[in-house]
């Protein structure tokens, strides 16, 4: 199936540091999102991006849809330890009859030092 | 209250077993899924319903059924669970026919151990 490599697997920081991770594609995507899964719980979507180009914020996250189409950026701005947690990517694809489904990447998994 | 729930959110069963995962949801959403997630490997999609009778199976459909008893209740069945069927499992619903159709909402997981 589509693959959707998202870098970097794991990330160290120390409270009060900006984050950034991504999400790239060989295929165009007609949707982004973002999600965030705490320990023991399920994903909650973060942002959803809709046009290329489009920056969006929520809070001290911000997220933008590539402007090719195959890609999508993450940042977070200031971390706080409840920051910890696996963020994902999710795209849908433009192309082909499935358009219901999304592609997730495989995670970020973010760990934040007080 | 949450609006995705699952139950049970743990079980461990022996190998060879029945079981059943259970999805209900007060978002009023057509569309259910239900997902697998392993480490490493990220979510992959089992079955998909968009409404009570159309159901669809996803990437990794093999050993699992589904039945969709209502607009709101989404249940994911382990025929004869194995081993490799240990995972954590996630049902999630979206919107139909609106520019936010493609946001899923995940429920809060079931742990799988399958022994």
């Known amino acids: 199936g589509q693959q959707l490599n998202q870098s970097p697997q794991s990330m160290f920081i120390q409270e009060g540091e900006d984050v950034s991770m991504n999400c790239t594609s060989s295929?165009?995507?007609?949707?982004w999102l973002w999600y965030k899964q705490d320990p023991g719980e399920g994903p909650v979507l973060l942002i959803a991006?809709?046009?290329?180009?489009e920056l969006t914020s929520n809070g001290r996250l911000t997220a933008q849809f590539g402007i090719t189409r195959k890609d999508s950026f993450l940042n977070i701005s200031a971390s706080i330890p409840s920051d910890v947690g696996i963020y994902f990517c999710a795209g849908q694809l433009s192309s082909g009859g499935s358009n219901y489904k999304l592609t997730f990447g495989k995670g970020t998994l973010l760990t934040v030092n007080p | 209250d949450a609006d995705v729930t699952q139950t049970p959110r743990n079980r461990i069963t022996k190998t060879g077993k029945r079981i059943m995962l259970e999805c209900s949801q007060t978002k009023g959403h057509d569309r259910m899924y239900w997902y697998r997630q392993d480490p490493g490997l990220g979510l992959r999609l089992i079955y998909y319903?968009?409404?009570?009778?159309?159901?669809n199976k996803g990437e990794i459909s093999d050993g699992y059924s589904v039945s969709r008893q209502a607009q709101a209740k989404f249940s994911l069945s382990l025929e004869s669970a194995i081993p490799n069927q240990t995972a954590l499992y996630f049902c999630?619903?979206?919107?139909?026919?609106?520019?936010?159709?493609?946001?899923?909402?995940f429920g809060p997981g079931t742990r799988l151990t399958v022994t």
């Open positions: 319903s968009f409404d009570v009778k159309d159901i």
């Open positions: 991006l809709y046009k290329a180009g």
């Open positions: 295929s165009i995507f007609n949707t």
């Open positions: 999630a619903t979206s919107e139909t026919g609106t520019a936010d159709s493609y946001e899923q909402y």
